[in-house]
Nanobody, 115 residues
Framework: VQLQASGGGLVQAGDSLRLSCAASGRTFSTYRCGWFRQAPGKDREFVASINWNGGNTYYADSLKGRFTISKDNVRNTVYLQMNNLKPEDTAVYYC?????????WGQGTQVTVSS
């Protein structure tokens, strides 16, 4: 499975962005997916995850209510809708997928939020 993240950019505080992660491979529909992020000088951190059919979602506590993860198994794509962005959301965002763990990773997309 290959993952290609897109949708990042430079936005102002309070704006919204939707990240996409397009996957190749027929097994993607059976995988759980996740989004992670890494800010400069910090460790990579969990953002959100979703199970194979989209029935269960999980979020970092600090992001609940602003971020929404979704999965489209027809389009082989997982999304991250980010609302009311804050400067502290500035990071490289990575998508990941896998069956039991996140064995596949995308290349990352930069999100920069200016104040």
């Amino acid at each position: 499975v290959q993952l290609q993240a897109s949708g990042g950019g430079l936005v102002q505080a309070g704006d919204s962005l939707r990240l996409s992660c397009a996957a190749s491979g027929r097994t993607f529909s059976t995988y759980r997916c996740g989004w992670f992020r890494q800010a400069p000088g910090k460790d990579r951190e969990f953002v959100a995850s979703i199970n194979w059919n989209g029935g269960n979602t999980y979020y970092a506590d600090s992001l609940k209510g602003r971020f929404t993860i979704s999965k489209d198994n027809v389009r082989n794509t997982v999304y991250l809708q980010m609302n009311n962005l804050k400067p502290e959301d500035t990071a490289v965002y990575y998508c990941a997928a896998g069956s039991s763990n996140f064995g596949y990773w995308g290349q990352g997309t930069q999100v920069t939020v200016s104040s």
